[in-house]
């Protein structure tokens, strides 16, 4: 059964919409929300949607209000879908008790591990439940690109790379190259597939180019001033080492003095706006 999706909220963004929504997911198995920008030219026809996913921590809500992305999507006839980071409304043990795992932290992939597999299957969501519905009940094409931040920037290249049919281009910001070589991942990849790190390739963009996943490009921004970088936790040599053994084209930008947050992906969301707009245009 087709869930119907309910509108919480809806704001004018020049020009276009941002629309809040709330529907049941029966692959995550609880109520979510999620947000869309649409751009003035869906009142006349279906658009293309950019895909974004979000980092540790956030909601449908820090890409929508931060990165200051609605004004060239609008001129781009360009929608954006902002998923959630993890399901939500489940109570599981420990599930709220860090900000790294659990809720904020889906890590975009399908969990195998009690108690988490009941819930936690965020690849599934983002990568078939919830485009089949927002295509069915919005005012978009089937044409997508997907981006995301951090766990999500890493989200992005594995949703891509498992899928180069369904996306026409990814990007990412500052995203986790390596998540089985880095505390966030290892404990996100412990908790949710277990300790047998054999299952944790399908689910780590450098493992997967590493295994032949191919996509036609990527392209990355990278702030030299993260925080996270310096901790080890993004790794983008170990992407550039990939991509170089697999003959796969990257273009890995290092931005000076930039930091981890949303100033940076504001600054260069443009640029990777316009990038995407250009594939999906040539691939209409
Ligand atoms: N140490 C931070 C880590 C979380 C963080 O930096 N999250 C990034 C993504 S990895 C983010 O986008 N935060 C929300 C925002 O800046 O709006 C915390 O405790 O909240």
């Given at each position: 059964?087709?869930?119907?999706?309910?509108?919480?909220?809806?704001?004018?963004?020049?020009?276009?919409?941002?629309?809040?929504?709330?529907?049941?997911?029966?692959?995550?198995?609880?109520?979510?929300?999620?947000?869309?920008?649409?751009?003035?030219?869906?009142?006349?026809?279906?658009?293309?949607?950019?895909?974004?996913?979000?980092?540790?921590?956030?909601?449908?809500?820090?890409?929508?209000?931060?990165?200051?992305?609605?004004?060239?999507?609008?001129?781009?006839?360009?929608?954006?879908?902002?998923?959630?980071?993890?399901?939500?409304?489940?109570?599981?043990?420990?599930?709220?008790?860090?900000?790294?795992?659990?809720?904020?932290?889906?890590f975009?992939?399908?969990?195998?591990?009690?108690?988490?597999?009941?819930?936690?299957?965020?690849?599934?969501?983002?990568?078939?439940?919830?485009?089949?519905?927002?295509?069915?009940?919005?005012?978009?094409?089937?044409?997508?690109?997907?981006?995301?931040?951090?766990m999500?920037?890493h989200?992005?290249?594995v949703?891509?790379?498992?899928?180069?049919?369904?996306?026409?281009?990814?990007?990412?910001?500052?995203?986790v190259c390596n998540p089985s070589r880095c505390?966030w991942g290892v404990?996100a990849f412990?908790?949710?597939?277990?300790?047998?790190?054999?299952?944790w390739?399908?689910w780590d963009a450098c493992e997967?180019?590493?295994?032949?996943?191919?996509?036609?490009?990527?392209?990355?921004?990278?702030?030299?001033?993260?925080?996270?970088?310096?901790?080890?936790q993004?790794q983008?040599?170990?992407?550039?080492?990939?991509?170089?053994?697999?003959?796969?084209?990257?273009?890995?930008?290092?931005?000076?003095?930039?930091?981890?947050?949303?100033?940076?992906?504001?600054?260069?969301?443009?640029?990777?706006?316009?990038?995407?707009?250009?594939?999906?245009?040539?691939?209409?």
């Amino acid at each position: 059964m087709t869930s119907m999706l309910t509108e919480v909220s809806a704001n004018r963004s020049f020009g276009g919409w941002h629309r809040r929504y709330r529907h049941y997911s029966s692959v995550l198995d609880c109520e979510m929300t999620f947000a869309v920008y649409l751009p003035p030219a869906a009142e006349v026809r279906l658009v293309p949607a950019l895909w974004w996913l979000s980092g540790l921590t956030c909601t449908d809500e820090n890409f929508m209000q931060k990165a200051g992305a609605h004004g060239v999507a609008a001129e781009l006839g360009m929608a954006i879908v902002c998923p959630d980071t993890s399901p939500r409304g489940t109570e599981l043990p420990g599930e709220h008790d860090s900000y790294d795992f659990g809720s904020g932290a889906g890590f975009y992939l399908n969990a195998t591990r009690e108690p988490w597999n009941a819930h936690y299957r965020m690849y599934d969501y983002v990568t078939r439940e919830l485009p089949a519905l927002v295509e069915e009940q919005l005012p978009l094409t089937d044409q997508k690109s997907i981006s995301g931040h951090s766990m999500g920037g890493h989200g992005a290249l594995v949703c891509a790379l498992r899928n180069p049919e369904l996306f026409s281009s990814v990007s990412a910001f500052a995203p986790v190259c390596n998540p089985s070589r880095c505390p966030w991942g290892v404990k996100a990849f412990s908790g949710y597939l277990g300790d047998d790190r054999e299952s944790w390739k399908e689910w780590d963009a450098c493992e997967l180019i590493r295994g032949g996943a191919r996509v036609k490009e990527l392209l990355v921004d990278q702030g030299d001033a993260d925080n996270f970088l310096a901790d080890g936790q993004l790794q983008p040599e170990a992407l550039r080492d990939a991509c170089e053994q697999a003959r796969l084209p990257l273009q890995l930008r290092t931005q000076p003095d930039y930091d981890h947050s949303y100033f940076f992906i504001a600054s260069f969301i443009e640029d990777h706006l316009r990038h995407h707009a250009g594939v999906l245009n040539a691939t209409r």
